[in-house]
């Protein structure tokens, strides 16, 4: 990619952000964001873009084992220095050292440190009795265990179990590398992991008590894991045992996550061509496949994956509960039936007073996710048009999968929800970019005017539908 149109995605990237913020800001003056959020807005924005940027030229063309250093030692650092300064500003901000209006993290934190003391003396039978009585057993408990164990070993400090976030998002970064560019390609590759040190949602939520840096962690390193048996050939049982352990343990932290994951390793052994996979090995690893999915629904496992499933399905009329119980506006239109084309880009920034405080603070950070989805969804036509469909087996099935998933269920407007797809994102992202065309520019002006335009229209439309504006 050459670096002008790099450094060309970048900046429009920043000025249409700009130009949004803006627009709102004059045309709604009155409920406009806050000094303070708008500076954690403008500056998530501007240094993840020009970072990114600058970052990428330094070290694109260094040796592999140069870069990988680098990237990992650059995310660790950010991510360390972020944990700190963030807790002290949460403390200043709510008191108690986690995110504003905090919910399931002040949830998952009592929960382990009550379960902790129970450890300590000796309870172990009551705390697995507790915990299969919580919720529907194995599903999202995996967290609460991880953080039971850490506080039963090393005391109930929050710091402590933020820097290990901190370590398991800087690997990410490696997990990313590897995985990119072994089916991508080296340019790919780097372009990607650079993009994902300096992603902001990575970033944040090493800053939260949230278990969505574990499961995103997880779920990247299972993908590149399966990738690098079935490209390297090394069928060994250190390997396959890791890549089942990592894939086990998303059931127990967010089980669609899980069930997705074994479709994609379907969808990239059915795909894969010849040369990858011959026809005695697909066989093989489809037969393994499935047995493992045959073993899980006929455990207690399998019970609670059909019932999340059509949870997922039953309950996606919620947002058009829960808004006309607050009795706003065009409630009914708060349906995945009307937003399921954006998935990819939802949720829109927020840039009025009437959001939380956590989506105020964050409104740079979801704008960043609403711009990178163009390249996104551009990358299933760029694949196809350079025949590299098969490149994108495992990655696209997983990502595509996953925000389908999240489309039609409950959780399309919700931005945590989202971000498990984040690693696939960045990938194809990070495609696209490097095999951007002359042709393609027309789309991608277009989807900025209508970025920019949905991002205005939701804003007025958060106004106007508590009858705020009219």
């Not at 840096?213 to 890791?242: G, Q």
């Not at 967010?254 to 059915?270: D, E, K, N, Q």
């Not at 009025?352 to 609403?370: D, H, L, R």
């Amino acid at each position: 990619m050459p670096d002008k149109l790099q450094k060309h995605f970048y900046l429009l990237g920043i000025a249409i952000y700009m130009m949004a913020l803006l627009t709102v800001s004059i045309c709604f003056k009155t409920y406009a964001l806050k000094p303070l959020w708008m500076v954690w807005g403008i500056g998530t924005v501007c240094l993840f873009f020009l970072a990114t940027y600058y970052f990428h030229q330094r070290w694109k063309n260094d040796t592999e084992k140069a870069f990988c250093r680098k990237i990992f030692w650059v995310a660790l650092g950010i991510r360390v220095v972020y944990v700190t300064a963030i807790l002290y500003y949460y403390y200043y901000q709510t008191g108690i050292g986690m995110e504003y209006q905090a919910a399931d993290s002040l949830a998952y934190h009592r929960t382990a440190a009550y379960l902790s003391n129970m450890a300590r003396e000796g309870h172990i039978r009551q705390i697995m009795q507790l915990l299969n009585a919580n919720t529907m057993g194995f599903s999202d408990q995996a967290y609460i265990l991880y953080l039971t164990t850490l506080y039963s070993l090393f005391g109930k400090n929050i710091l402590g179990p933020r820097l290990l976030k901190a370590l398991m998002s800087a690997y990410m970064c490696i997990a990313i590398y590897k995985l990119t560019a072994r089916s991508l390609g080296q340019k790919t590759g780097r372009l990607a992991a650079v993009i994902a040190v300096f992603l902001p949602h990575f970033i944040h939520y090493t800053g939260t008590y949230m278990k969505e840096t574990e499961l995103i962690f997880l779920a990247t390193l299972s993908l590149e894991r399966f990738d690098y048996i079935i490209r390297s050939k090394k069928h060994l049982p250190w390997n396959l045992t890791l890549v089942i352990v990592l894939t086990a343990l998303t059931f127990g932290m967010r089980t669609v996550v899980g069930m997705i994951l074994l479709g994609s390793y379907t969808v990239f052994v059915l795909t894969a061509d010849k040369e990858l996979i011959n026809k005695k090995t697909r066989w093989i690893i489809l037969g393994a496949l499935g047995v493992m999915a045959a073993l899980l629904f006929i455990t207690p496992i399998g019970r609670e994956m059909r019932i999340i499933f059509m949870v997922n399905f039953k309950e996606s009329e919620y947002q058009v509960y829960k808004y006309k119980a607050l009795g706003l506006k065009y409630a009914e239109y708060a349906s995945y039936k009307t937003m399921w084309p954006g998935a990819f880009v939802l949720p829109l920034t927020n840039m009025v007073e009437v959001a939380n405080e956590n989506q105020k603070m964050m409104n740079g950070t979801y704008f960043i996710k609403n711009y990178l989805a163009f390249f996104a969804m551009w990358s299933l036509i760029v694949a196809i048009r350079d025949k590299k469909w098969r490149s994108l087996g495992l990655i696209g099935s997983y990502t595509v999968a996953y925000i389908l998933m999240i489309a039609f269920s409950f959780a399309f407007n919700s931005e945590r929800y989202h971000l498990p797809a984040m690693s696939g994102i960045i990938i194809l992202t990070a495609f696209t970019m490097t095999r951007f065309r002359k042709k393609d520019f027309p789309f991608y002006y277009a989807f900025c005017l209508l970025l920019c335009a949905a991002i205005i229209t939701w804003n007025y439309i958060k106004l106007t539908g508590r009858g705020i504006i009219f």
